[in-house]
């Protein structure tokens, strides 16, 4: 199994609107794609003494690192730029690859 981490930090003035979309329309589109098994989403509690904003780690499940691939092939960059495109400017994100063992 692998999960397919994604870790965003989103400013302070956007996250209630943030929150709402990822949880009713990007999550749901990703999980649509038929690729990932299930997914959570964590706030994570510890910052940087400098740290501002919201950081969530958002975690999707996936059967195979092919399955992974695939996604990110044909899913992943219309995806992104939808993220991008309504919150430009208003976070940071970065993306983490791990397997169950």
Known sequence: ??????????ENDVHE???NWMKTKHI????????????KMAKVLTTQEDE???TYAIQYTCNS???LDEYQEKHAPKLQEEHVNRYQGKFVAFRTLLEVV
């Open 17 to 19: 609107d943030w929150l």
């Open 52 to 54: 501002t904003g919201h």
């Open 28 to 39: 749901p589109d990703v999980m649509n794609t038929g690729y990932f098994l299930e997914n």
């Open 65 to 67: 690192i092919d399955d």
């Open 1 to 10: 199994m692998i999960i397919y981490n994604v870790t965003v930090n989103i």
